[in-house]
């Protein structure tokens, strides 16, 4: 074969095996390409055009997809569990940055990452709980409602899950049922500790402001849906509600928010009534004993008129200031005295506001329970207030208005009144409860006794039947070692007598029988020496007392004595004037029962110059009875028609005034006086 140049033109030599041609990507032309004009020339450049129907954007480098989020989150979440923080705190940052940052998030980017961690909530572990936390600090009340129940979802979620974020949610929650102001003990905590933040403001870019009530709304469904979801759940709650209750200096805007929402909750979780009404009664007896305990440590006598007091107060300052001829020290001493009298005044001013204004939201929850139909929830709801009274009212000293709540709503039925008579009497004739106790239920069984209107004579006479019957039980025990009168003890006897000689001198007239017993008051004769009728076993059972060994007229609170005294003489059913006289040269340190050291009680005890000294007032039971006049300015129409005022005796009392009608102005002018000033406060507080 020759190897030289092929010639042109002549047939390639073909050989086994062809080599294979690469595809090429340009197209053959065809007839079709004959359509288009020539190409332009080099020289000139090609117009461009464009679409008026497509809409352009910027996309914001955080807006991802919502499948691209989630994949980032799962993986970020993975990667922190192995040491790896730079794709968690990314995350971190979407719920940490301010809503009024340059570099805020976008509500759609915010939401796709919530999107994103409720399907990764099996993955949120204590490793993550600073993710968690930043998404409970979070502002999420203030948003649209859309994501208020995409996030109420994903709190189910992170709670069924992992439920050692519980307590972390429902502390958030009940935090934003309050009025929105930390008070100072609480800024302290929050400062000690990160994972509480203020309660939402309800503000956002972008948004419509949400108004507090909303934000409460908001909340109270959230606690209702995880209580649903987590029956168990009551038990962590409830140490949280008493943990978040206003301190007792907070303002009246404070109180009355919480209360409110406590109220509302107990209606979307009737499961936690007990507890949370129970609460409320616990810091309202607070209250209620605080203001006493402030007003009796006035230097003023602010028990006859807070307001007059301040009057004083401010006149006296006055005339000192016009007359300072004295030391500029002295001045300013004095001036720092009188301001502080004049802010503890307030301060009492401000705490009856706020009882008052709490006892008025309870009356009003209260009430529609007690009227119609609801028989079972009143009973119910009955055996919720007496169980208060047991624990709470009970061993409480110097409450003065809280327990008015029980006496209203007991009166609402005859039943009602029979059951709480009967708790009564049951805690005051019961040996195993104290003697605090025991002395507690009989003031407050005779108070009630002798205060209540809807009270019938039937249950007046039963009353004044058992007492008796149970001071007999008592004297034949007590009197054959008793030397003399002895408060310490024998005052479960001291405190019975009390209470009948209380429901004598209120309901005398139903101790009455015969024709006289419905006579009117202006048409009833007294004659001196006229021999009443009264049913059987009345005189027999004040007389074989009050002429005991006991000598219950030494113990028993001298103004109840004298009032009993004069109103028994009257009406012809004893006269103890005589024994009053003898009492006067008796010292009730004589037969203090004290063991000496022979072991023996009911010895004299020998008088020293500083018991010769010593007042007796505490060797002699006080005149405290629950139900004294109610005076609360606002509160006071609830009981309107139930409450039974002191009247003077006719022929004997004529022209006197009823149940110191000049204490009830002071009063009624005390707590108007300061519903105006703390109004004020609150809106001071609200700018």
């Known amino acids: 074969m020759s190897t030289g140049p092929r010639a042109l033109g002549s047939a390639p030599i073909l050989t086994g095996k062809q080599p294979l041609r690469r595809p090429t990507l340009v197209r053959k032309r065809d007839a079709t390409d004959m359509e288009f004009d020539d190409p332009p020339s080099p020289g000139k ?17 955080w807006e991802k997809s919502p499948e691209l989020i989630r994949e980032e989150v799962r993986r970020a979440l993975e990667k922190r569990a192995l040491g790896d923080n730079s794709g968690y705190n990314k995350v971190v940052e979407i719920y940490t940055a301010k809503s009024t940052g340059e ?14 961690l409720l399907g990764n909530v099996s993955l949120l572990n204590k490793s993550a709980s600073t993710l968690v936390h930043a998404l409970l600090n979070s502002q999420w009340l203030g948003r649209d409602e859309a994501y208020v129940t995409l996030y109420i979802r994903l709190l189910g979620n992170l709670v069924s899950a992992q439920a050692g974020y519980l307590t972390d949610v429902l502390r958030m929650l009940v935090d934003n049922l309050t009025s929105g102001k930390i008070s100072q003990p609480r800024k302290a905590i929050a400062l000690a500790n990160i994972l509480i933040a203020p ?21 109270l469904m959230a606690l209702a849906y995880l209580l649903r979801l987590i029956p168990s759940a009551s038990r962590i709650l409830c140490p949280i509600l008493a943990k978040t209750f206003p301190n007792i200096s907070d303002s009246r805007r404070a109180h009355t928010t919480y209360v409110e929402n406590l109220l509302r909750l107990v209606g979307s979780a009737p499961e936690l009534r007990s507890e949370v009404l129970g609460l409320i009664t616990e810091r309202l007896v607070k209250i209620d004993v605080q203001v006493q305990v402030d007003i009796e440590d006035l230097a003023e006598d602010v028990e006859e008129g807070l307001v007059q007091g301040l009057h004083q107060i401010q006149g006296r300052r006055s005339e000192e ?28 001013k401000a705490n009856v506001d706020k009882m008052d204004m709490i006892m008025d939201i309870l009356f009003g929850h209260y009430s529609p329970m007690f009227s119609g139909t609801q028989t079972v929830d009143a009973g119910i709801t009955l055996n919720i207030m007496l169980s208060q009274f047991a624990t709470i009212l009970l061993p409480t000293n110097g409450c003065r208005h809280t327990q008015f709540l029980l006496f209203h709503f007991a009166q609402t039925s005859p039943s009602f009144i029979d059951h709480f008579v009967g708790a009564c009497v049951h805690i005051a004739f019961d040996r195993s409860r104290s003697a605090n106790a025991r002395q507690s239920a009989a003031a407050y069984l005779a108070s009630f006794v002798a205060r209540g209107t809807h009270v019938p004579s039937q249950i007046v006479r039963d ?20 030397a003399g009168p002895d408060l310490r003890r024998y005052a479960s006897f001291y405190s019975l007598v009390q209470a009948l000689m209380y429901i004598f001198c209120f309901r005398w007239r139903d101790l009455e029988a015969g024709p006289d017993e419905h006579v009117e008051d202006d048409e009833l004769l007294v004659i001196d020496g006229e021999e009443r009728f009264w049913t059987p076993g009345v005189k027999e059972i004040l007389e074989r007392n009050i002429f005991s060994k006991l000598n219950p007229l030494k113990v028993c609170s001298p103004a109840i004595v004298s009032e009993f005294a004069r ?22 340190s004589q037969f203090a029962g004290a063991v000496h050291s022979t072991g023996a009680y009911n010895q004299p005890e020998r008088e020293t110059a500083l018991s010769a000294r010593r007042d007796q007032s505490y060797q002699q039971l006080n005149e405290y009875f629950p139900f004294d006049p109610y005076h609360l300015a606002r509160s006071k129409r609830w009981i309107e028609g139930d409450y039974r005022e002191w009247k003077g005796i006719p022929g004997l009392d004529d022209g006197k005034d009823v149940d110191s009608e000049s ?21 001071s507080d609200s700018s």
Request: overall charge negative.
């Open 463 to 482: 009353v004044f039947d058992y007492i008796g019957t149970h001071l007999t039980i008592l004297r034949s025990e007590y009197e054959p070692n008793c």
């Open 321 to 348: 200031l016009d007359g300072s001829d004295d030391s500029d020290d002295d001045s300013v001493t004095n001036d720092e005295t009188l301001d502080a009298e004049i802010q503890r005044t307030k301060d009492i």
């Open 45 to 61: 450049r090609a117009k461009v055009s464009f679409d008026s129907e497509v809409q352009v954007r910027v996309v914001d480098e």
């Open 663 to 683: 204490d009830s102005e002071d009063e009624d002018d005390l707590a108007s006086d300061a519903e105006e000033g703390v109004d004020n406060d609150d809106a």
């Open 199 to 219: 309660p939402s403001d309800g503000r956002l870019p972008h948004y419509d402001l949400v108004g507090r009530s909303q934000i409460h709304s908001r909340s």
């Open 103 to 116: 570099d805020a998030p976008s509500s759609t980017t915010i939401r796709n990452y919530t999107v994103a």
């Open 567 to 588: 109103i028994s003489h009257h009406l012809g059913v004893t006269y103890v004037f005589s024994l009053l006289e003898t009492n006067k040269r008796l010292r009730l």
